[in-house]
């Protein structure tokens, strides 16, 4: 139990005894504030909303509960207005929480929330034949973040890559390949030739609409089985699959399944034969509709006039599936923001099928990667691609250690993990429902709020142990005055409030919050590095403060792991 929640608890208690006991320590520790200034105490409890049931003024209450407020880990009790300010027995609570992280190493912050529960994670899904662009990095880092965090809090992600391998565009980049394609081109750099025919298709297209028509005929022909269509798209698909993973090798990204749109081709029809079992299905313009007018939403297009099935028929098709096969405790789609209503639609017609479990269902949407403030687009071929700013980044990063450290071990792969970190970091310290301006610049920074920044933390964390012969403590008992100072104390502080930001984060699937804190942990270490001298003292005090050293290298490489960043130990 943190001591917030032991605090919680005492404040619990105390109330009863004043007479209030409609608070429990749940709702008392959504309470408790931080406050702004650390004289005022390290947790503050607001008094406001209990002068209607006691009937006093919220100073009043706050003396009141103070005095009957003692015992550890609290050190002293102050009522300050309507406020009770506690402050923590900071000796005591260092020596907890130091002791705690060296003996629980990568497992702190560790919960079993989730029980082993499967939780399938649509993440990334990048369309085939198309290049792996900057807007298909978000979908990935978050996704793969959140699947990580979930973990941690006791789930079974199941990250599933939902490859956008079917519909219209393959029709016609097939009439593109027959019209324009050379096959010695596109085995050389298939996914470069494979864009230029489709930018190529949409021009020429603007001149002859008649290619429209052509890239739909194609399309049937590929879902009648058309032989020639059914091999190239193969083709292409093959191709596409072999240059994503190259990328996702280089950000050490992996999947449990990469069954794309194609997968689920045949088992829509019993989603349509469901929906009209339950008697869901009306027509509209031809087309067959689930009525979600009940919700004040558009209907859900389950099928065109023309017999063709849509998204969202092969949406719910995918959501049946995955809740046959796993069981799921939640699935989650990270999805960008544009889908919202789809996926609401999704969510409502589930739940109209009589199917439960579509309450455990969850879009986490995110906002746009822009270039130049606008959105990029394939089509138009304005499209920034995620190889070239992942090898940008790493060859700059070479640069660096060249200047600054070229005896350095490993050179090539700490430029890899700094490089592939700074840029899954650019994204992921922002909230996620935030756009991001694609910039060479602010992304490949090396100081400030950075990737580079946290993991050089690390890494100097690292080289403190080494010069100080770290050896881990048969006791964690500190030293006596070891760690007095507001320094020291602002990274026990930050230590202990780690599995808390791991469970905010996975309940908000809010990887930024794993973001900002990394930050916030390594700008306090380095203050406390600046200010006390660590290597410089007796050996009993080294040793104590190195135990602090310690417990910093632990949560920060497992922050950064959260994420999705290596945490090299030299730099």
Known sequence: MSYKHQVAEMIASALVHLGVDNLNKEQVYGMLETPPNPAMGDIAFPCFQLAKAL????????????????????????????????????????????????????????????????????????????????????????????????????????????????????????????????????????????????????????????????????????????????????????????????????MNVSFDSTHGEAFYNDKMDRVVSLLEEKGLLTESDGAQVVSLDEYDMPPCLIKKSDGATLYATRDLAAALFRHETYDFAKAVYVVGNEQRLHFQQLYKVLEKMGYPWAANMHHIPFGMMLKDGKKMSTRKGKVVLLEEVLAQAIADVQKVIEEKNPSLANKEEVARQVGVGAVIFHDLKNYRLNDINFS???????????????????????????????????????????????????????????????????????PSLIGKYVIDLAQVFNKFYAN????????????????????????????LRLLGLAAPEEM
């Open 440 to 510: 060479w610049e602010e992304m490949l920074t090396f100081e400030g709020e950075t990737g580079p920044y946290v993991q050089y933390t690390h890494a100097r964390a690292c080289s403190l142990l080494r010069k100080g012969n770290y050896q881990p403590a048969s006791s964690s008992e500190l030293v006596p005055g070891a760690l007095e100072g507001k320094e020291a104390w602002a990274v026990v502080t930050l230590l202990n409030a780690f599995p808390e930001v791991v469970d905010r984060a996975g309940s908000q699937f809010d």
């Open 532 to 559: 006390v001298r660590i290597l410089a003292e007796e050996d009993a005090v080294k040793a104590s403060r190195l135990q602090l050293v310690a417990a910093v290298v632990v949560v920060l490489k497992e922050g």
């Open 55 to 250: 009937r006093k003024a919220p100073p009043m209450i706050a003396a009141d509960l103070a005095a009957n407020i003692s015992g550890s880990p609290l050190q002293e009790v102050k009522a300050v207005g309507p406020y009770v300010n506690l402050f923590l027995d900071q000796a005591a609570v260092s020596t907890q929480v130091i002791g705690t992280i060296l003996a629980q190493g990568a497992s702190y912050g560790k919960s079993n929330l989730g029980q082993g529960r499967n939780v399938p994670i649509d993440l990334s899904s990048p369309n085939i034949a198309k290049p792996f662009s900057m807007g298909h990095l978000r979908s990935t880092v978050i996704g793969n973040a959140i699947a990580n965090i979930l973990e941690k809090q006791g789930y079974k992600p199941v990250r599933i890559n939902h490859l956008g391998d079917w519909g219209t565009q393959f029709g016609k980049l097939i009439v593109a390949y027959r019209l324009w394609g050379d096959e010695e081109k596109v085995k050389a750099e298939p996914i470069k030739e494979l864009l230029h025919l489709y930018v190529k298709f949409h021009e020429e297209a603007e001149k002859d609409p008649s290619l429209e028509d052509q890239g739909r005929e194609w399309f049937k022909k590929l879902e009648d089985g058309d032989a020639e269509a059914q091999h190239l798209w193969s083709w292409f698909r093959d191709e596409s699959l072999k240059e994503f993973m190259k990328i996702y090798d280089l």
